[in-house]
């Protein structure tokens, strides 16, 4: 669905007038990234081999991601109203719980990328564009 979101957004953005995209204008976007979807699907056959780097790079924005991006949006509220007091015993383990899964998810992709390279680099990557085995 970002995906969607982002690609009406860049369509808006050319428009000067900054409408919403029809509905016709909508669903022939999304065909045509399911197409290329497709397309990429059809003709790397090799991706498989390469899907454990891929998810590794990716995983830190599911595991890391909100963890971190929520101790950035109150350090800014924080750093706007320095007057209020927000040091209560649950605000701080809050904080050092997500400071701790955001931490612990960094470190899991870092060795999920680590894990990946050595299988790519211990059974190669097998490329045969438009021969599928």
Not at 77 to 96: E, L
Not at 112 to 117: H, M, P, W
């Amino acid at each position: 669905m970002p995906v969607f979101d982002n690609l009406e957004l860049s369509l808006i953005s050319q428009k000067k007038n900054n409408k919403p995209c029809s509905r016709l204008v909508r669903a022939c976007s999304r065909m045509f990234f399911g197409g290329v979807t497709f397309f990429i699907a059809v003709t790397f056959p090799f991706l498989p081999s390469l899907a454990p780097l891929i998810g590794a790079v990716a995983l830190p924005l599911t595991l890391a991601y909100p963890c971190l991006m929520w101790i950035a949006m109150k350090m800014k509220v924080k750093k706007s109203a320095p007057n209020t007091d927000c040091k209560s015993g649950g605000d701080v383990a809050v904080w050092g719980l997500n400071l701790l899964l955001g931490s612990l998810g960094m470190a899991l992709c870092v060795l999920l990328v680590v894990g990946a390279v050595w299988s790519l680099a211990d059974k190669g990557l097998h490329a045969n564009f438009f021969k599928p085995e």
